[in-house]
């Protein structure tokens, strides 16, 4: 089943105040993985970004690419159904929901994001299956109290059942301990063996590169706290991680979750050097 955005939603962005002038993360995000839905302001910040860190395509990229093999992880491989998904985006496929009702089409899904132009294209993250449910909701991560009580995840979510959160590369616009809070305010009323998926930006691999990436966000006017380990493994201090625990976002079961190979058949090996990693990537249960 198909829901409407939690106000509204309309085909175009009429009456809706982009704000083109000033760069976004979403929009920059967006830019990065080849869409065409930013503006200048935002290609300037990129254009910054990506001298402190040319990998930076590849980065966004390995992103999506993790949310592709924890969604699948836990609609196929753990039964999970219901999936929140903060700071979803633009729309750009596979979105959440068609990984998640690919493999469950009775799942269901709640995307949240503050920015206007993700409102404006919110009907493509509303064509989910017959079986399942899909809904979108114009909030901010940082008034978790309202995500919580808006009437679209309330409608469309049981929270008497589990529910994966997910924050893919989304926590370190909101620097200082505030987000700890919020996160565990968004964990709160989820129930036991419900998820927490997310992806963060750390100086742990390559200090330079990454703290060059941070002043060019801030810069822009948008500000950000690339964390290190013991910063992000503090969103699980109440969760179980699942294996290998806090990693790399490429090295987080970068073929998927499944048996070990034969060890009687040859392994492509490859020589390529990696750019250095960008983030950490982590996915714990709720007890």
Same mark, same amino acid.
């Given at each position: 089943m198909?829901? /409407?955005?939690?106000? &509204? !939603?309309s085909? =175009?962005? #009429?009456?809706?105040?982009?704000?083109?002038?000033?760069a976004?993360?979403?929009?920059?995000?967006?830019h990065?993985l080849?869409?065409?839905?930013n503006?200048?302001a935002?290609?300037a @910040?990129?254009?910054?970004i990506e001298?402190?860190?040319?990998?930076?395509?590849?980065?966004?990229?390995?992103?999506?690419?993790?949310?592709v093999? *924890?969604?699948?992880?836990? @609609?196929?491989?753990e039964?999970?159904?219901q999936?929140?998904?903060? &700071?979803?985006?633009?729309?750009?496929e596979?979105?959440?929901?068609?990984?998640?009702?690919?493999? /469950?089409?009775? /799942?269901r899904? !709640?995307?949240?994001?503050?920015?206007?132009?993700?409102? *404006?294209?919110?009907?493509?993250?509303?064509?989910?299956?017959?079986?399942?449910?899909?809904?979108?909701?114009?909030?901010?991560?940082? /008034?978790?109290?309202?995500?919580?009580s @808006?009437a679209? !995840?309330?409608?469309?979510?049981?929270?008497?059942?589990?529910?994966?959160? =997910?924050?893919? @590369?989304l926590?370190?616009f909101?620097?200082?301990?505030?987000?700890?809070?919020?996160?565990?305010?968004?964990?709160?009323?989820l129930?036991? #063996?419900?998820?927490?998926?997310?992806?963060?930006?750390?100086?742990d691999?390559d200090?330079?590169? !990454?703290?060059?990436?941070?002043?060019a966000?801030?810069?822009? &006017?948008? *500000?950000?706290?690339a964390?290190?380990?013991?910063?992000?493994?503090r969103?699980?201090?109440?969760?179980?991680?699942l294996?290998?625990?806090?990693?790399?976002?490429e090295?987080?079961?970068?073929? #998927?979750?499944?048996?070990?190979?034969?060890?009687?058949?040859p392994?492509?090996q490859?020589?390529?050097?990696k750019?250095?990693?960008a983030?950490?990537?982590?996915? #714990?249960?709720?007890?």
């Amino acid at each position: 089943m198909v829901e /409407a955005k939690e106000a &509204g !939603v309309s085909d =175009s962005s #009429g009456g809706v105040d982009l704000r083109q002038d000033v760069a976004h993360s979403a929009r920059i995000y967006d830019h990065f993985l080849g869409g065409k839905d930013n503006y200048a302001a935002d290609r300037a @910040a990129a254009e910054k970004i990506e001298q402190a860190i040319p990998s930076v395509r590849a980065v966004a990229r390995g992103n999506r690419e993790f949310m592709v093999r *924890a969604v699948r992880h836990l @609609a196929a491989g753990e039964g999970v159904r219901q999936f929140l998904d903060i &700071g979803t985006g633009i729309p750009t496929e596979p979105n959440l929901h068609q990984v998640a009702q690919d493999s /469950a089409p009775d /799942a269901r899904v !709640v995307y949240v994001d503050n920015d206007p132009i993700v409102l *404006a294209h919110a009907r493509a993250l509303l064509t989910g299956t017959a079986e399942g449910r899909t809904h979108y909701v114009e909030a901010d991560v940082t /008034a978790p109290e309202r995500i919580l009580s @808006a009437a679209g !995840v309330r409608e469309t979510l049981d929270f008497d059942q589990p529910i994966a959160l =997910s924050l893919i @590369a989304l926590c370190h616009f909101v620097p200082g301990d505030r987000i700890y809070d919020i996160i565990d305010t968004l964990l709160a009323p989820l129930a036991s #063996g419900s998820y927490l998926v997310m992806t963060h930006l750390t100086k742990d691999f390559d200090e330079q590169m !990454v703290e060059g990436a941070v002043q060019a966000y801030t810069r822009s &006017g948008i *500000a950000m706290e690339a964390r290190g380990y013991d910063g992000v493994a503090r969103f699980f201090r109440n969760l179980d991680l699942l294996a290998p625990g806090v990693v790399a976002i490429e090295d987080w079961h970068p073929n #998927g979750i499944e048996p070990e190979p034969d060890p009687q058949v040859p392994r492509l090996q490859t020589n390529a050097t990696k750019p250095p990693a960008a983030g950490y990537a982590a996915v #714990g249960r709720k007890r």
